[in-house]
């Protein structure tokens, strides 16, 4: 027998190690050789992720999912 997420009762999320979860697919009509954007290294990790976290923050009024990484941002 499956569980599925939904039959869990799950209503909060906390992810650790969030840096783990990126590269999450997009699409765009730029074409596949955009600078910067690696089109072919989407992460179904991060996909499913953001299903989760969408599903729950539904649920919870965008207040079901907590991310934490110790990894620094680099912003220019």
Request: proline letters at 3%; charged letters at 25%; aromatic letters at 12%.
């Given at each position: 027998m499956t569980d599925w997420f939904e039959e869990l009762g799950?209503?909060?999320?906390?992810?650790d190690e969030a840096h783990l979860f990126?590269?999450?697919?997009?699409n765009t009509?730029?074409?596949?050789?955009?600078?910067?954007?690696?089109?072919?290294?989407?992460s179904q990790r991060a996909e499913d992720l953001a299903m989760k976290?969408?599903?729950?923050?539904?649920?919870?009024g965008s207040?079901?999912?907590v991310f934490a990484t110790g990894t620094p941002e680099?912003?220019?």
């Open positions: 799950i209503d909060k999320l906390y992810v990126k590269n999450k697919f997009f009509k730029m074409g596949r050789n955009v600078a910067g954007i690696n089109a072919s290294s989407a976290c969408q599903y729950l923050d539904e649920l919870t207040k079901g999912c680099y912003t220019p």
